[in-house]
Every structure is written in structure tokens, then in C-alpha cells.
């Protein structure tokens, strides 16, 4: 199984999730808000669409390559 990125579950990759987004800090709460309760998804807050939790993602074992915003594989 190939290893996580270095950093928090709850941290995206900026290339995934700019931080100059302006509901970024929002997306984030929601987010960890998410991996807490051990979901596999939220609803975005910005855009009403469900995005996967990085808790999710880890859980299948790979990046499957869809550019996913929370991809724990992603460095």
C-alpha cells in the first residue's frame, strides 16, 4: 500500500485546495468536522457538491488519479 503524504489528514494539498479560496477555512472546519465523526464524505459549503474525507480516501489503499481535493497520497 503506498504511504500518505507527510502532513494532517485534515490539511489538503494547496494545488488541491488554495488557500486563498475564499471558504477555504470553512471547507477545512467542515472537513475535519467530517474525519471526527469518521464520514466518508461532507457536503462542500462553497459549491453544495459531497466531497471524500481524506480518512475515505486513506481507506482504499491508493490515489485513484481523479484529482480528489483531499488526497492523502498527493505530496
Do not use: N, W
Amino acid at each position: 500500500m503506498p504511504a500518505a503524504a507527510p502532513r494532517p489528514l485534515g490539511t489538503p494539498h494547496p494545488d488541491r485546495l488554495s488557500p486563498s479560496q475564499p471558504e477555504y477555512l470553512k471547507i477545512l472546519q467542515v472537513h475535519r468536522d467530517a474525519l471526527g465523526r469518521g464520514d466518508s464524505f461532507y457536503t462542500d459549503p462553497a459549491s453544495g457538491l459531497l466531497v471524500l474525507t481524506a480518512g475515505y480516501l486513506l481507506s482504499r489503499g491508493s490515489c485513484c488519479g481523479r484529482d480528489c481535493r483531499h488526497c492523502p497520497y498527493v505530496s
